[in-house]
């Protein structure tokens, strides 16, 4: 299998979707922990020393590239296999088994990742943009725990995230285990183990995601 044929035929699509999905689902956790020290309310103090360090390391604005590449080389792929399942069957069922089958969400991958990828797209507007164009034209970062308190003090951005963060739940409830199967990391032994913690990761990280913007708008933060 040459490298054109690995990136554009089924099983290479779906390898591509397994270890970018990792790699993501690996940015989530370091993202997480960065995010959720603003709940020490020590006025932004931990956060901003640990985004000032995220965001001048030489290391991590290099993987930060490799980063936007995954994320893009996810959701095209995600498409594309979304596309490419649905052109198989063009006429469609004339009776779905429905969640007998499989659940909604794992039917829905597409939608939600194209939901996803609109909170992205409003995310990176309100902070990774701002941040790099001021590092660029020499002003320095921004104040990013003062920014999150601007941010989020307007309700339908609250609510755009908090539908955000249940789109990005659901998609991980089937993601987090597929990526381990597409990849051959699940097998028997270890596939409750792996699914458990999927749905545990599922619930607990978009769940602290949810809880910044609102706890910025229900003022529980200093």
């Known amino acids: 299998m040459n490298w054109k044929h690995a990136f554009t035929s089924s099983i290479g699509k779906k390898l591509v979707m397994g270890f970018t999905g990792l790699f993501l689902i690996s940015f989530l956790v370091v993202h997480c922990y960065v995010n959720a020290l603003i709940f020490f309310n020590d006025g932004g103090v931990k956060f901003t020393e640990a985004a000032h360090f995220m965001g001048t390391n030489p290391v991590v604005r290099i993987l930060e590239i490799g980063l936007t590449v995954g994320i893009f080389a996810h959701i ?125 990761f599922a619930v607990i990280v978009p769940l602290i995601f949810i809880l910044m913007p609102l706890s910025f708008y229900m003022g529980w933060l200093a």
Request: net charge positive; aromatic share 16%; hydrophobic share 45%.
């Open 76 to 200: 095209i792929q995600g498409l594309l296999l979304t596309f490419e399942n649905r052109a198989k069957r063009p006429i469609g069922y004339a009776k779905t088994p429905g969640n007998k089958s499989s659940k909604w969400y794992s039917r829905s991958m597409g939608l939600l990742g194209t939901l996803i990828l609109l909170f992205f797209v409003l995310h990176w507007y309100h902070f990774w943009i701002p941040n790099r164009a001021s590092q660029f034209m020499g002003n320095g970062e921004i104040d990013a725990y003062a920014k999150m308190k601007l941010v989020f003090s307007k309700p339908w951005v609250v609510i755009v995230y908090i539908l955000g963060c249940i789109s990005l739940s659901f998609h991980l409830m089937h993601g987090f285990w597929s990526a381990f199967q597409t990849v051959g990391l699940s097998t028997k032994k270890y596939k409750k183990i792996i699914n458990g913690m999927g749905m545990a």
